[in-house]
Nanobody, 130 residues
């Protein structure tokens, strides 16, 4: 059974950087399929942060554009989220997700309020203080 394990979270100050990793076990990155990062703060809805389709096409939430970068290492089966210029409002648990369907499909589900990714990690906590 496929398993996703996040790491790299921690406590930082505003303006600092973190890189999150998501290691995939028994799940090979193919030329198609969608990998994504979500976050969830206490009392708030899960929020899509970034997605990458086929290792090439990326999308970002407006709140993180220009600050976060999603990427993947196909050889190591790792998904990354580079987060720069962190702000207190970035504080949340960050989760990675994967699905064999295209991001175009998965993002449509998300905009409709559904989280349809087949595989999810347990999350890693990011705390940003002012």
């Amino acid at each position: 059974q496929s398993r996703l394990v996040e790491s790299g979270g921690g406590s930082v100050q505003s303006g600092e950087s973190l890189t999150l990793s998501c290691k995939f076990y028994r799940y090979s990155f193919g030329s198609s399929g969608c990998l994504g990062w979500f976050r969830q703060a206490p009392g708030k809805e899960r929020e899509g942060v970034a997605s990458i389709d086929g290792g090439v096409e990326t999308t970002y939430a407006d709140a993180v554009k220009g600050r976060f970068t999603i990427s993947q290492d196909n050889a190591a089966n790792i998904l990354y989220l580079q987060m720069n210029n962190l702000k207190p409002e970035d504080t949340a648990k960050y989760l990675c997700a994967a699905d064999r369907r295209r991001c175009e499909v998965m993002n449509r589900f998300y905009r409709a309020g559904a989280y349809e990714y087949n595989y999810w990690g347990q999350g890693t906590q990011v705390n940003v203080s002012a």
